[in-house]
């Protein structure tokens, strides 16, 4: 029997201080910046105060705070920084709470060979785990923003 994928993470709010969690569609800060320029797997979530979250969009990058700017300042031709942008807007209108979280790796093994936090800077890395996660909040029941 052959175990491929073994996986075990944490999802980690995202702070625009210590100890403050960010909420779209603040601006990013000087703290944002420093903290999170890092290689990520993100999950954006959007939900009511009082009410656990159903709906999310997944995705990774090489650069978390510069992929947050886009989502906050879309360029012309990013259109699905353009696309999500409306949709949060949208959401935020109808009185939701849009937030963000990056993936926290506890334990990641393919074909028995350890992988970690650092390993996300692999592309590839970071498209299978966002894969793995679309398909299991798929399973759970989650509507997927996700075009």
């Known amino acids: 029997m052959q175990n491929l994928v073994e996986l075990e993470f944490d999802w980690l709010p995202i702070h625009a201080e210590m100890n403050q969690e960010y909420f779209y569609p603040a601006p990013q ?5 420093k903290l999170y320029k890092t290689a990520s797997v993100y999950r954006w979530k959007v939900h009511r105060h009082s009410e656990e979250c159903k709906t999310v969009y997944i995705g990774e990058t090489n650069n978390f705070s510069n992929r947050l700017n886009g989502y906050l300042k879309p360029g012309t031709s990013q259109m699905t920084n353009i696309r999500m942008k ?3 807007d949208e959401f935020l209108s109808n009185k939701y709470l849009v937030t963000i979280e990056i993936m926290s790796i506890k334990k990641l093994q393919i074909n028995s060979k350890p992988y970690s936090q650092l390993d996300l800077t692999n592309t590839s890395l970071r498209r299978l785990i966002e894969n793995l996660l679309l398909i299991d909040h798929r399973d759970q029941g989650y509507e997927i923003l996700n075009a």
């Open 86 to 88: 409306s949709l949060f």
């Open 29 to 33: 800060n000087s703290y944002m910046r």
